[in-house]
């Protein structure tokens, strides 16, 4: 493709003109104008650019999976530290329910996202296997829904990502700044039933 446009812009100021650009080449075949608006041409660029979104889903994919599992681990914890504080009446119960309405948040986010991701890249497989003169329409119409959801805040920011990784860190029995993870736990054990 990139040729073809070279080729265009050389025959065009070489001397043939825009006139020139649309006449048949010598020997009878298509016109430099022909070849380089030909959507036949376009295809191998657009299966490229799909490969390239299937691959960035992918990543999308594992990191969303991880901050999932990130926000798993702080309500299993939560959930346990409230279980082991619901006899004792425990002062830090707003704390547990708080980490536990968060973390649920975030796995609920993470749940969706996945599932968008997943229907992203079935559509962008079904437009890579689009006949010839559709697949580019095809392939533009997945990546225009893939930046909506991009914009949207139905996925995980990078911050979102970021905290949730730094709040189930085991940091031990530190006493200034545990992680979220490491609170629970002590609240857990001072509770009277520890988390292992």
Known sequence: MGALAGQLVTHVLGGGGLSG???????????????????????PVASSLATGFQQNLTTQSRDITEYQANEQKIFDTATSAKQACSTSNSPQSGFIQAAIDGAAAGIAKATNAISRISSLSNKITSAQEAAASEQTTAITEVLTENQNFLNSNDIPTAGETATAALNAQDTGSATTSPSLYSSLKQISASCGRPII
């Open 21 to 43: 650009a649309s006449q048949p080449t010598a020997g009878g075949g298509a016109s430099y104008l022909s070849r380089a608006t030909d959507p036949s041409n376009y295809n």
